[in-house]
């Protein structure tokens, strides 16, 4: 069985205090690796797709990695907007599309 | 470029009454179509999915179904809210087995 386990449940930064989130997973053949944000009472927003371990893609203040066991998204010098949950999920080769959501870091940049 | 749509935003009813969520992606064809349940502090819960008209898979059971009567088109029902039906719904596509994008959601409240 897919899973996918977020670290930390939650997590608070001053302005400009750089972190990053963790997204543990285990999948039976990784198809990708998605990271979304989401802001209170809104659909989640797609962020990045990962395909193979040693990928890296940027966004702003974002960056996303893959390893074959783990992702991180880095936050440098976040700001208080960037103050959302964080989502990941797996997606895994064959059969139906029906990827595997982790249940979300919530971030909070205070200023 | 493609837009997922879902209305309504907001929805209060009462325990017992009947439920209709619509929706809709437009600038695509033959999307994979499905339905989440976010509960508060909770991940993401998959209700149904689709894969093309007619062709419904429901994840859990429950008092919801679903109807996929066109291409672009995806509804959620119930003939008798409870209680638990109350969350945050959220509709999603992907183009075939590629990254999964999300409406804006709707908010159902049963009192």
């Known amino acids: 069985e897919d899973q996918v386990t977020q670290s930390p449940e939650a997590l608070r930064l001053q302005e400009g205090e750089s972190s990053s989130l963790n997204c543990s997973y285990t999948v039976s053949g990784l198809r990708g690796l998605f990271w979304y944000r989401q802001d209170p009472g809104k659909g989640p927003e797609f962020l990045f797709t990962?395909?193979?371990a040693g990928e890296e893609k940027e966004k702003e203040r974002l960056k996303a990695t893959l390893t074959k066991k783990e992702s991180f998204l880095h936050i440098t010098a976040p700001k208080p907007e960037d103050s959302a949950t964080y989502l990941c999920a797996v997606g895994a080769s064959g059969g139906s599309y029906i990827p595997t959501f982790g249940r979300g870091t919530s971030l909070i940049v205070h200023p | 470029s493609q837009t997922i749509h879902q209305w309504p935003a907001t929805l209060v009813q009462p325990v017992g009454s009947p439920l209709s969520l619509e929706c809709t992606v437009e600038g695509t064809s033959n999307p994979n179509l499905y339905w989440y349940r976010q509960a508060a502090g909770r991940g993401l819960q998959l209700l149904f999915y689709s894969v093309g008209i007619g062709q419904i898979s429901s994840e859990v059971p429950q008092n919801l179904s679903a109807s996929r009567p066109q291409d672009r088109q995806f509804i959620l029902s119930s003939k008798k809210l409870l209680l638990s039906d109350s969350g945050f719904y959220l509709c999603?596509?992907?183009?075939?087995?590629?990254?999964?994008?999300f409406g804006p959601g709707t908010r159902l409240l049963v009192l």
């Open positions: 990962l395909y193979s």
């Open positions: 999603a596509w992907t183009p075939y087995q590629e990254t999964q994008y």
